[in-house]
């Protein structure tokens, strides 16, 4: 019998978001659109050109977490944060909504807490800098067992490739979760992460993954196609359960051979911050009660579609009561 429901890994990182034009981003030469890494130094600047902020525990797993212990599920997060300030509210933020932060802040050593910079335009649009501070430093050591070996489903977040030991956190994490009779997932999380790891990506999902989440930009950076149906049947064929997201267009899913498309209601965003991870905590929801995969989907997709109503990665409203007044949950 598995102890968790869902167990993330990935990056503790605090969100800090605030709302500005495209002339503050070229004036401060932040590349819109993406997500980039930045420096301490760089981080303390836009931290201090930043009006209005709002912060909140993130990462892109974590929220996905968040998200699915928020619906009900016994959850749990594996992730490094430092006995600062910022890394105090990140695991008690996880712990007050219901999910199990596994490792304690981490006392002493140079390293801060992990932080995230976006900055949202008025088309919805989010614009990623991430400090990622100690929270890169996941390794093996921080996965335990009797945590990892007791998921019926566990999710895995494609930034920790960046560092050798996050991969080998990653492959530990996923072989105990198979062992224990668990599934494991991953969600690729950046066409910039796939470019810069694409051999270990495809290994890692053609030999260790049982499903993969990423929305159409991070799908075709795999096998780079130029095709997104094929780039799809090429994933399929090494992974069981593939689930594209594409924006108003949909959501592609490839299992078993068949393919799956559900359409979305296209409505302009506030803040997209957050809209991938939470389809994925809603998807994963669905995945773990047994739903059929339609069912799923559409779980995902309107936890995604409240996201990004407003400003911030996760849930303004008790997401568990929406879904069952649509029908959706039991």
Do not use: W
Not at 3 to 22: R, S
Not at 111 to 133: A, K, Q, W
Not at 146 to 167: I, N, P, Q, R, S
Not at 260 to 276: C, N, Y
């Amino acid at each position: 019998m598995s102890t968790y429901d869902l167990v993330g890994i990935g990056n503790a990182v605090v969100d800090v978001i605030t709302q500005t034009d495209d002339s503050f981003l070229a004036d401060m030469d932040i590349e819109k659109g993406i997500m980039q890494l930045i420096e301490r130094d760089r981080a303390e600047q836009l931290f201090g050109a930043m009006k209005d902020r709002v912060q909140a525990p993130g990462g892109s797993v974590g929220n996905s977490i968040a998200g699915a212990g928020a619906l009900g599920l016994n959850a749990a997060f594996i992730g490094r944060v430092r006995d600062d300030e910022l890394g105090q509210a990140y695991a008690s933020g996880m712990e007050d909504g219901g999910v199990r932060f596994v490792n304690p802040p981490v006392a002493g050593g140079e390293l801060p807490t992990s932080r995230c910079m976006i900055f949202v335009t008025p088309d919805g649009e989010r614009s990623m800098n991430t400090y990622l501070g100690i929270s890169s430093e996941v390794s093996s050591d921080d996965v335990p067992a009797e945590v990892a070996g007791k998921a019926k489903l566990m999710f895995l977040e494609g930034y920790l490739f960046d560092k050798d030991k996050g991969k080998a956190a990653f492959l530990e994490a996923a072989r105990a979760c198979r062992a224990g009779g668990g599934k494991t997932g991953i969600a690729i999380s950046d066409p910039f992460c796939v470019e810069r790891h694409r051999a270990d990506f495809l290994s890692l999902i053609e030999n260790e993954m049982d499903y993969v989440i990423g929305n159409e930009a991070e799908i075709r950076s795999l096998f780079q196609n130029d095709d997104l149906d094929a780039d799809l049947a090429a994933v399929a064929a090494i992974c069981p359960l593939v689930v594209c997201t594409r924006s108003g267009d949909g959501v592609t899913v490839m299992a078993d051979g068949q393919r799956l498309d559900v359409a979305v209601e296209k409505i302009t965003p506030v803040d997209a911050t957050g809209a991938g991870d939470q389809f994925a905590a809603g998807f994963l929801f669905g995945l773990s009660k047994g739903y059929d995969l339609e069912r799923c989907v559409k779980i995902g997709n309107a936890c995604a579609r409240e996201v990004i109503s407003h400003i911030g990665p996760r849930p303004l409203v008790d997401m568990g009561a929406e879904l069952r007044a649509k029908g959706l949950i039991d």
